[in-house]
């Protein structure tokens, strides 16, 4: 049978995932910004997302980053793409790997919302000094 986590415990393993996966500089600017109306959708985000689905064993990180850069793009979420890009890079995704994926997202998505997000993976991957 398998435990049920605290929201505690559920948190700091999201907490540390996230620092994993986003940098922790990244992540402690982020929660060191947060005003008192936004905290509570910090801390939902690390402890549902980052907790409890990113700790799952059923996919691997680098799966995932490519499921989510696909996501981000179909929704448009440029800022969150971005962060994304670096992520799907800490997670041993290949820059050719991120251009495969926003291909795919043309055709499934549509091409305005692909072009934008390869100007944002370029732009990042230049600011990360990562090239293809």
Same mark, same amino acid.
């Given at each position: ?9 559920t948190f ?47 996919? #691997? ?35 050719? #790997?991120?251009? #495969? ?5 043309a055709i ?7 072009? #934008? ?16």
């Amino acid at each position: 049978m398998e435990m049920q986590h605290t929201h505690k415990e559920t948190f700091e393993d999201g907490l540390a995932i996230r620092k994993e996966v986003l940098g922790a500089a990244h992540v402690e600017r982020s929660l060191a910004n947060v005003s008192e109306f936004s905290r509570p959708m910090q801390e939902l985000v690390t402890e549902y997302c980052w907790g409890a689905v990113w700790s799952r064993d059923g996919l #691997e990180r680098k799966t995932r980053s490519m499921i989510n850069l696909a996501m981000l793009t179909a929704l448009n979420r440029g800022h969150e793409l971005s962060v994304h890009v670096k992520g799907a890079i800490n997670n041993g995704v290949t820059p050719e #790997e991120i251009q #495969e994926v926003l291909m795919q997202t043309a055709i499934y998505v549509g091409v305005p919302a692909a072009l #934008e997000s390869f100007r944002i993976a370029e732009a990042t991957l230049k600011e990360m000094n990562v090239t293809a």
